[in-house]
């Protein structure tokens, strides 16, 4: 996000680029993650919070600097189907997870 902030293809706020019609699903009316961005501890569950309290802290060093994903402008999670601006692009950055279900997936960062 701070990277397409900063760039003069996007919008110049944070807000802006995170409400892009079709741009952070999350963001979309009617998502199921919709609740979690509008109050991310909603649920009073530890680990909710505790994932909050983790990404804050990603967040406080993006905002002061730290890049870890190599300029990226672009993600998808591999528990979609690749988006089509991905399908002919190569990740500048893969990161593997395990989901809330045990099974492996990854998130691929493209800078377009």
């Not at 409400?19 to 680990?47: H, I, W």
């Amino acid at each position: 996000i701070k990277n397409r902030v900063e760039s003069p293809r996007w919008p110049n706020s944070y807000w802006e680029v995170i409400t892009a019609p079709l741009q952070f699903s999350a963001f979309n009316v009617g998502d199921n993650n919709r609740p979690y961005v509008e109050n991310p501890l909603y649920t009073s569950n530890k680990t909710d919070k505790k994932a909050w309290e983790h990404a804050y802290d990603i967040a406080g060093q993006v905002l002061n600097g730290k890049d870890t994903t190599g300029g990226a402008n672009h993600y998808y999670d591999d528990s979609i189907d690749p988006p089509h601006w991905a399908k002919q692009e190569t990740p500048i950055l893969t990161i593997s997870y395990l989901n809330r279900l045990g099974k492996n997936q990854a998130i691929f960062f493209y800078r377009l």
